[in-house]
């Protein structure tokens, strides 16, 4: 217990001439007998704090960026009101910058016998999770001039998932596979290889589709419609390695790839294919196979929010083999990782006839919009420099795409507010052309 009304004390006697009182506690209390009898009776009357009973409810997981309330429960089992000041203390990442003192701050007042409720409420900057510290409660005598402080520790976690801001994206995408799926009318030809249903010509239509038997037997011209491929296999891969820690517009690229799988995930379950995850430096970190899809999303979700980027280089070998064990059947790949030149053709080149040979695959990378706009610049000697070492960047980039797609990779390169709807094109291409 700490007595911190000792400074108070000593301040209210501070107007008293000097040479009356000693400094010294022992002559503060001499000089003083009566104030000292105050102080006494004020600490004996603060609500003792180690016989409290706090227990916690709340939210346990939130997405990034939203809030999360966490409600303490305090109970005063003592026969003195308790009067109060209380922090509730979570790690920094768990606040808004400048904004931890007001939230984790609070004052109560708990009659003897009752509880009351406090609300903390979190606004987390990092995905993953948050595991409270400590309570500290400082309870005060009726005057206010001692104090008794004790600390619970009072256990809870909150999981911070990834945001999916890519989500905005998904009825767009929905309605164009719903157009692959044949449910909306449209003048082309039904796109796929698995044949749907018949139907009657409208102008426009490719005139390949048309059912010559069908036709003959009706008065109408017939034509077939198609629908994309169900079931199919999609193995999600993020390479954790130390390319993907890299910031892209104030966050790193692994984020902006977990963002486009989410998107990507979301689509290939309704389309009712199958969607694994597999994240992968130099050993698994994470891994979620035979979800139905009601479930997939979730729990990729949850997969995620704890991983974090690993400052080691990816061994492709080894995430070769786990996507291969993962996947042991025809699947489509999709290998979300960098497009620097020397992590691909030192390490994905040499393994990559493996997976195209048995598998489609589909490289997804995060461009840096800052290196276009470098490209653009002009008015200065440093900004012409800029400009050449940027488009520099940008040949190597793509002479390593144009690399993959000579050995029959798919490769989808955009910025991280435009990686993910192109991902999602990606595939719909892929389904539409049959190649899944």
Not at 97 to 112: D, K, N, Q
Not at 189 to 213: A, M, Q
Not at 321 to 338: D, E, F, K, Q
Request: aromatic share 4%; glycine share 6%.
């Amino acid at each position: 217990m700490a007595l911190t009304g000792r400074t108070a004390l000593i301040a209210a006697l501070g107007s008293l001439p000097i040479g009356i009182w000693d400094p010294s506690w022992t002559g503060i209390l001499a000089v003083n007998a009566p104030l000292a009898v105050a102080c006494a009776c004020d600490f004996a009357l603060a609500a003792p704090v180690r016989r409290l009973g706090l227990t916690r409810s709340g939210d346990t997981t939130a997405r990034l960026g939203d809030p999360a309330d966490i409600t303490l429960t305090i109970t005063n089992p003592s026969g003195r009101p308790l009067r109060a000041h209380l922090r509730d203390a979570w790690p920094p990442s768990s606040w808004q910058p400048g904004t931890e003192a007001e939230a984790s701050r609070h004052h109560l007042t708990v009659p003897p016998g009752e509880r009351r409720r406090i609300t903390t409420r979190l606004r987390p900057t990092r995905r993953g999770d948050h595991h409270t510290d400590r309570v500290t409660i400082r309870s005060f005598g009726p005057l206010g001039l001692f104090s008794r402080q004790g600390t619970h520790k009072v256990p809870w976690t909150v999981r911070v998932l990834p945001p999916f801001t890519s989500r905005k994206h998904l009825p767009s995408k929905l309605a164009r596979l719903r157009e692959l799926d044949g449910r909306t009318s449209v003048l082309t030809r039904g796109e796929g290889t698995e044949f749907d249903s018949l139907r009657e010509y409208v102008p426009g239509d490719d005139t390949r589709s048309i059912d010559w038997r069908a036709t003959a037997r009706h008065s109408t011209v017939a034509v077939r419609t198609w629908r994309p491929e169900r079931d199919r296999h999609i193995l999600l891969v993020l390479d954790t390695g130390r390319t993907s820690a890299g910031r892209v517009d104030d966050a790193p690229r692994l984020d902006a790839s977990m963002d486009a799988a989410l998107l990507l995930a979301a689509l290939a379950s309704r389309a009712g294919d199958r969607v694994d995850l597999l994240a992968y430096d130099r050993r698994v970190r994470a891994l979620v196979q035979g979800r139905t899809a009601r479930d997939v999303l979730p729990s990729l979700v949850n997969a995620m929010a704890t991983l974090e980027p690993e400052l080691v280089e990816t061994n492709a070998r080894g995430l070769t083999a786990a996507a291969l064990r993962t996947a042991p059947r025809r699947s489509l790949i999709v290998l979300l990782t960098t497009l620097d030149a020397s992590p691909v053709e030192e390490g994905l080149l040499p393994v990559l006839p493996q997976l195209t040979q048995r598998h489609t695959v589909l490289v997804a990378s995060v461009a840096d919009p800052h290196i276009a706009r470098m490209a653009t610049s002009r008015g200065n000697v440093d900004a012409v420099y800029e400009a050449a070492a940027a488009a520099q960047a940008q040949t190597e980039r793509h002479r390593t795409a144009e690399q993959l797609r000579r050995r029959g990779v798919t490769v989808v390169d955009a910025t991280p507010e435009e990686l993910a709807p192109a991902l999602a094109d990606a595939y719909l291409a892929l389904k539409a052309a049959g190649r899944l």
